[in-house]
């Protein structure tokens, strides 16, 4: 079983920064694709960021020049730099990860969110 931590949500103030953190663990012989998907209230969930396992990235117009996904594979960790923060980005940000078993098993690993709030 593969478990996703997501942490580093919360109250920011419009322009601040948060440094989301997803922190897998489990049976894990390795993670392909990581990513960030987010959720705001009454609409359908998006993704922000995603990441390979060589660290190609890609970003949604929103979040380009703002934000900044980034993983370190030794730790089965994935992070999100968020700089600039905007009354439109407040949302549940959730960790997603591609992830190959012990058992040679793939699976599409999801965790259970965070929440960030932009607000003054």
């Known amino acids: 079983q593969v478990q996703l931590v997501e942490s580093g949500g919360g109250l920011v103030q419009p322009g601040g920064s948060l440094r989301l953190s997803c922190a897998a663990s489990?049976?894990?012989?390795?993670?392909?694709?990581m990513g960030w998907y987010r959720q705001a209230p009454g609409k359908q969930r998006e993704l922000v960021a995603a990441?390979?396992?060589?660290?190609?990235?890609n970003y949604a117009d929103s979040v380009k020049g703002r934000f900044t996904i980034a993983r370190d594979n030794t730790k089965n960790t994935m992070y999100l730099q968020m700089n600039s923060l905007k009354p439109e980005d407040p949302a549940v940000y959730y960790c997603?990860?591609?992830?190959?078993?012990?058992?040679?098993?793939?699976?599409?690993?999801w965790g259970q969110g965070t929440q960030v709030t932009v607000s003054s």
């Open positions: 997603n990860a591609g992830v190959i078993t012990g058992g040679g098993i793939y699976t599409d690993s």
């Open positions: 489990g049976s894990i012989l390795h993670i392909n694709a």
């Open positions: 990441i390979t396992r060589g660290g190609s990235t």
